[in-house]
């Protein structure tokens, strides 16, 4: 995603500065070429030649070394990344105040503009300061909220810098088109969990994560996202509202709760096809749970297949094997838009992978199908081809 791209980072006196030779790694290790620009007051906490080490190019502190750094540095990017961010920057940047190399570069940038504080929870919760954060997002800044934790002073609060994982995935975020922009998309992921007694249940291997890669591109690309998933290990994406549930009851109901907000459904869950019909109160012995009568699961991709007003609807068949008949029968019967075929033997796919290799499947208006061969990809472009294939289908 950011392959091409170059990001300007500007880093200032924090002990979070450290931070930023991470997150300068990162990017370059992600394609993008990184240049960055320190405060003097940075300086105390971290030395340039580190920072030129991560970039793999000088940088730039004085404004008066090269007379027009501020104007080419900030025109050759493509995002200008703030990390960490001082109350005193924010001020600066807020006040149209230009008294540094740093300062005096965000007045002349024009793009993507992402700001990461770091600052003593008493400092980020004075008025000021949320004034001026407020004045900055206005005006399209972006902000990567800082996270809960023990600070460099000893006290708990909220001030620490945001992981780097949360400040690049706000970077990709800006230079991502937002094509899905004004769509509500409801997501489901995960395995669901029946459960047989209180120690007891039984469960798939899904792990999630197409499910999540989907929530984060779609929201990089501009939707609401709502994802309504089972059991994983996965940290929830940023700026996605997640539905945590156990069971396909408590999936079925958050989903039919919140259906008719949404615009394009995407059902990744493997959800479990039964559960006990009487699910014991105390641990059951071995002897006793040798033989369990089982109910049916609610069918969620059937039930939003047959709203009269639904969204459009995308389900996934994972087969053993090139059994893609069975996923073209369900595209049929359960009244989808459109289905993802995936053979989770084949090599690459599958669950518990970061790949995937999938078949789209759609209607034509002459009730044949139509079938989109994906190559071995990363999750995450998987799912944005799957989102290209949707938007192709509603033009």
Same mark, same amino acid.
Request: charged residues 20%; hydrophobic residues 45%; neutral net charge.
């Given at each position: 995603?950011?392959?091409?791209?170059?990001?300007?980072?500007?880093?200032?006196?924090?002990?979070?500065? @450290?931070?930023?030779?991470?997150?300068?790694?990162?990017? #370059? %290790?992600?394609?993008?070429? /990184?240049?960055?620009?320190?405060?003097?007051?940075?300086?105390?906490?971290?030395?340039?030649?580190?920072?030129s080490?991560?970039c793999?190019?000088p940088?730039?502190? *004085?404004?008066?070394?090269?007379?027009?750094?501020?104007? *080419?540095?900030?025109?050759?990017?493509?995002?200008?990344?703030?990390?960490?961010?001082?109350?005193?920057?924010?001020?600066?940047?807020?006040?149209?105040?230009?008294d540094?190399l740093?300062?005096?570069?965000?007045?002349?940038?024009?793009?993507g503009?992402?700001l990461?504080?770091?600052?003593n929870?008493?400092? @980020?919760?004075?008025?000021?300061?949320?004034?001026?954060?407020?004045?900055?997002?206005?005006?399209?800044?972006?902000?990567?909220?800082?996270?809960?934790?023990?600070?460099?002073?000893?006290?708990? +609060?909220?001030?620490?810098?945001?992981?780097?994982?949360?400040?690049?995935?706000?970077?990709?975020?800006?230079?991502?088109?937002?094509?899905?922009?004004?769509?509500?998309?409801?997501?489901?992921?995960?395995?669901?969990?029946?459960?047989? %007694?209180?120690?007891?249940?039984?469960?798939?291997?899904?792990? +999630?994560?197409?499910g @999540?890669?989907?929530?984060?591109?779609?929201?990089?690309?501009?939707?609401?996202?709502?994802?309504?998933?089972?059991?994983?290990?996965?940290?929830?994406?940023?700026?996605?509202?997640?539905v #945590?549930?156990?069971?396909?009851?408590?999936?079925?109901?958050a /989903?039919?709760?919140?259906?008719d907000?949404?615009?394009?459904?995407?059902m990744?869950?493997?959800?479990?096809?039964?559960?006990?019909?009487?699910? #014991?109160?105390?641990k059951?012995?071995?002897?006793?749970?040798?033989?369990?009568k089982?109910?049916?699961?609610? %069918?969620?991709?059937?039930?939003?297949?047959?709203?009269?007003?639904?969204?459009?609807?995308?389900?996934?068949?994972?087969?053993?094997?090139? #059994?893609?008949?069975?996923?073209e029968?369900?595209?049929?019967?359960?009244?989808? %838009?459109?289905? /993802?075929?995936?053979?989770?033997?084949?090599? +690459?796919?599958?669950?518990?992978?970061?790949?995937?290799? /999938?078949t789209?499947?759609?209607r034509?208006?002459?009730?044949?199908?139509?079938k989109?061969?994906?190559?071995?990809?990363?999750?995450?472009?998987?799912?944005?081809?799957?989102i290209?294939?949707?938007?192709?289908?509603?033009?």
């Amino acid at each position: 995603m950011l392959k091409g791209k170059t990001i300007l980072v500007g880093i200032t006196g924090s002990v979070a500065a @450290y931070k930023a030779v991470d997150l300068i790694r990162r990017l #370059r %290790d992600a394609g993008a070429t /990184v240049k960055a620009i320190m405060t003097d007051k940075s300086k105390n906490f971290i030395t340039p030649l580190s920072v030129s080490l991560a970039c793999g190019a000088p940088v730039a502190a *004085d404004m008066f070394e090269e007379p027009f750094s501020h104007i *080419d540095g900030p025109a050759q990017a493509d995002v200008f990344v703030v990390a960490p961010a001082t109350a005193n920057s924010i001020g600066k940047f807020a006040g149209g105040i230009a008294d540094d190399l740093l300062s005096t570069s965000f007045l002349v940038f024009r793009g993507g503009f992402v700001l990461a504080p770091a600052m003593n929870w008493r400092m @980020y919760e004075h008025p000021v300061v949320k004034k001026n954060l407020a004045s900055l997002l206005s005006q399209g800044a972006v902000l990567v909220e800082p996270q809960r934790g023990t600070l460099a002073c000893g006290e708990e +609060g909220v001030g620490k810098m945001a992981g780097v994982d949360a400040i690049i995935e706000a970077i990709i975020a800006v230079v991502t088109p937002k094509d899905l922009s004004g769509e509500h998309i409801l997501i489901t992921a995960g395995p669901t969990r029946e459960p047989i %007694d209180p120690v007891r249940f039984f469960s798939n291997r899904s792990s +999630g994560k197409m499910g @999540y890669a989907f929530a984060r591109v779609a929201r990089r690309r501009g939707a609401v996202v709502t994802l309504v998933s089972g059991p994983t290990a996965i940290s929830a994406p940023e700026g996605v509202d997640v539905v #945590r549930v156990e069971t396909a009851s408590e999936m079925y109901s958050a /989903v039919m709760g919140r259906i008719d907000t949404a615009s394009i459904a995407v059902m990744t869950a493997a959800v479990s096809d039964f559960c006990v019909a009487e699910q #014991r109160s105390e641990k059951a012995d071995k002897a006793d749970i040798a033989l369990l009568k089982l109910d049916r699961t609610p %069918d969620i991709l059937a039930a939003v297949g047959a709203l009269s007003r639904r969204p459009f609807t995308v389900g996934f068949a994972a087969e053993t094997g090139a #059994r893609i008949e069975r996923a073209e029968r369900k595209l049929i019967s359960k009244g989808a %838009d459109m289905i /993802v075929f995936n053979d989770v033997l084949a090599e +690459g796919a599958g669950f518990e992978t970061d790949t995937n290799v /999938v078949t789209i499947i759609t209607r034509n208006a002459d009730a044949t199908c139509q079938k989109e061969y994906l190559p071995l990809s990363h999750k995450e472009a998987v799912a944005s081809a799957i989102i290209d294939s949707i938007i192709a289908r509603r033009a």
